[in-house]
């Protein structure tokens, strides 16, 4: 267990000094949220005047909890571009050889994923309360609300890992984002669910996603809703990311 | 411009269409993303057609030129990128020895992009009509929206060579996609700017030239033959255009005595 720790540690050192010290790696990672935040936030305001609009706490509010969820989901996806990175430069490969617990390479790439959405969660909740968002949820419900990012980061963490591990190179960065932006977006993203209408409507009621956007926006508003089903749908997610993303390193070792 | 500069245009364009349509990953993704996305805004914000004032019967008609304009965007990255592999793999380099001058370089390194620009405009518009949207203005206004995206494409792809000849790398090129998205967020793509709520998002969406160029297009889909909208639509695209080339044109002119 002790090795494995300090694998995790010298791994989780090593990915957290290069992101933060490389400006073309930090900056996408914490401008892209703050963009959707500004483009939908105060683009779409008019939408809650839209007839069965009726969240507490405003457009903003309604809207930062998506943008926090992909801020978590998209802070995965980039540490997934670290691991293929490092595949590329040749340094992954002798870490799996350097290391005598290669478990804990995993296990560093996600606790650096989930330091990196730290950061650009903090800035996207600055934004936000600056731009007037509207909090009305207790300390617990907003713990809540962290605990289901910290979940999304986790999942979209171990996906971006199994996936690098097997292609160990960042073409496969679509492969990556595409998924996750995808599943993102089939979930009530402007709108409450009991709005959207047609195909998009079905797609979003089976989504897992939408379980943990509402419960988040439950969170926020002071009125939790689907709390325990986000939260089995979070864990059920990094779970099944975990199995694949384990895999795709015993992939990866077996290729060296 | 004399019979010998149009040759040399020819000779590059002519390479530039054929590397770029042999390369699916740059074609492909121009058009099945775009046209993700409106499907998944089309019916998630088909409910705002309920906001008072809402200037279309459904929000896919609203909705159908952005797929044009995110065309256009990946022209820049298209155009941007060729130009910028031509520099990374020596091409340029060679083509110095050669009499061809930079502006003829430039405007048929743009063909490639444009004939995926276009390509992509016929796939959106047949989608859009499939999916039941309406062109107010008819058969005449379904052709200039193909016009003004070409134009549209050409802007952005003049963008586009300015980062590839001044970066020379395919990766800053890449790394635009994100900046000239941001210009597309703080538009009036989404909601008429009448309609948006924020004064300070009102503001930025009525200096952003981005704005003119979506309601352009936009016109021709909800309510026919708009004099004000297109020719503001027609003056920003010329303008980014010359702007473009100008710019990449100086810039490769600096890179080929460079090198």
């Not at chain 1, 105060?42 to 007839?51: H, R």
């Not at chain 2, 245009?9 to 054929?18: E, F, P, Q, T």
């Not at chain 2, 020596?90 to 003829?104: E, H, I, K, V």
């Amino acid at each position: 267990m002790m090795g494995t720790l300090a694998v995790a540690r010298a791994v989780a050192r090593r990915s957290l000094i290069h992101a933060f010290t490389n400006p073309a790696l930090l900056v996408p990672s914490i401008v892209f949220p703050l963009v959707f935040l500004v483009g939908f936030a105060g683009g779409l305001s008019a939408v809650q005047n839209v007839p069965g609009f009726d969240f507490n706490g405003g457009y903003t509010a309604f809207q930062f909890v998506f943008v926090f969820l992909q801020s978590a989901a998209f802070g995965g996806v980039f540490t997934g571009f670290g691991i293929a990175a490092d595949f590329e430069s040749g340094f992954a490969r002798r870490m799996l050889l350097a290391a005598p617990h290669r478990s804990g390479m995993l296990l560093g790439y996600a606790a650096a994923g989930m330091v990196r959405w730290f950061l650009t969660a903090t800035l996207v909740t600055v934004a936000s309360l600056l731009a007037g968002m509207d909090v009305h949820g207790s300390g617990i419900e907003l713990g809540g609300l962290v605990g289901v990012g910290l979940l999304v980061n986790i999942a979209s963490t171990l996906f971006g890992a199994g996936v690098s591990f097997r292609t160990k190179t960042l073409q496969a960065g679509p492969l990556m984002q595409i998924p996750i932006f995808v599943g993102l977006f089939l979930a009530p993203v402007y709108v409450p669910l009991t709005l959207l209408t047609g195909w998009i409507h079905t797609v979003a009621s089976y989504n897992p996603v939408t379980a943990l956007i509402t419960a988040g926006r439950g969170f926020l508003s002071g009125e939790p809703d689907k709390s325990l089903l986000a939260f089995a749908c979070g864990l059920g997610l990094a779970a099944l990311m975990a199995v694949y993303a384990s895999r795709g390193l015993r992939r990866a070792e077996r290729g060296l | 411009m004399d019979v010998e500069t149009l040759r040399e245009i020819g000779i590059i364009a002519n390479r530039s269409v054929r590397r770029t349509l042999r390369q699916p990953a740059l074609i492909v993704p121009t058009i099945v993303f775009p046209l993700l996305l409106l499907a998944i805004n089309a019916s998630g914000l088909d409910v705002t057609k309920n906001i008072p004032n809402f200037p279309a019967d459904s929000y896919l008609d609203f909705a159908l030129v952005v797929t044009f304009m995110q065309g256009g965007l990946f022209a820049a990255t298209t155009a941007g990128t060729e130009l910028a592999t031509d520099i990374e793999t020596g091409f340029l380099n060679r083509l110095q020895l050669t009499p061809l001058r930079a502006p003829a370089i430039l405007v048929g390194q743009l063909a490639g992009a444009m004939c995926v620009a276009f390509l992509a405009s016929l796939v959106y518009l047949a989608v859009g009509l499939l999916a039941g949207a309406h062109i107010a203005a008819g058969v005449g206004g379904a052709a200039l929206l193909v016009v003004l995206a070409m134009l549209v494409a050409l802007a952005f792809g003049g963008l586009g060579s300015i980062i590839g000849a001044r970066t020379g790398s395919a990766e800053a090129v890449q790394g635009m996609f994100p900046l000239l998205f941001v210009f597309f967020f703080l538009s009036s793509m989404n909601l008429p700017r009448n309609l948006i709520e924020a004064d300070w998002f009102r503001t930025i969406a009525s200096w952003n030239p981005i704005s003119y160029l979506v309601e352009g297009l936009r016109s021709l889909v909800i309510t026919g033959w708009d004099g004000t909208a297109l020719w503001r639509c027609l003056v920003t695209a010329i303008a980014i255009s010359v702007l473009g080339f100008l710019g990449a044109s100086s810039s490769l002119r600096t890179r080929m005595a460079r090198t």
